[in-house]
């Protein structure tokens, strides 16, 4: 039990609460709260090495390509790299993270490639009127 009557009993593995010293300059150094109780806590996983990068390049491609057309150029690499590591990190077990972050990716870059593809659809159409049709870009005014 305690020593002083009206004190709680300290818990297992907890030091009693100690007397002040009225000789020393320093106030007393109580414990921290919850010392010596170790909470169990799992260690947080590591992230894929991808997945971040995945995520940066969908992010790139489809921000960069509001733009200018040029950072779409990145959007399928985002998309392959985001599919690698969503199937690396769900191989693994639970040992790897970072899947959000893969996801993300992996979407922006199907965005991304689905825009660039459009992109790439909509010039080649100008280039072929452009080449068959004749005074496809005279709008008929005369100067």
Not at 52 to 64: D, E, F, K
Not at 82 to 91: L, M, N, P, S, T
Request: some cysteine; glycine content about 14%.
């Amino acid at each position: 039990m305690s020593d002083q009557p009206g004190t709680p009993p300290p818990y297992p593995g907890q030091q009693p609460p100690q007397q002040p010293n009225w000789g020393s300059a320093y106030p007393p150094q109580q414990p921290p709260p919850g010392y010596g109780y170790q909470q169990p806590y799992a260690a947080p996983r590591p992230s894929h090495p991808k997945a971040t990068t995945a995520m940066v390049l969908g992010i790139i491609g489809i921000a960069g390509g509001l733009a200018c057309v040029l950072p779409l150029l990145v959007a399928p690499y985002a998309w392959i790299m985001g599919a690698h590591a969503v199937r690396d990190i769900d191989a693994s077990g639970g040992q790897l993270g970072g899947r959000g972050e893969a996801n993300t990716g992996k979407i922006l870059g199907i965005i991304g490639t689905v825009l660039l593809a459009l992109g790439v659809a909509l010039a080649v159409l100008l280039l072929v009127l452009t080449l068959s049709v004749d005074d496809f870009w005279d709008d008929g005014s005369t100067y």
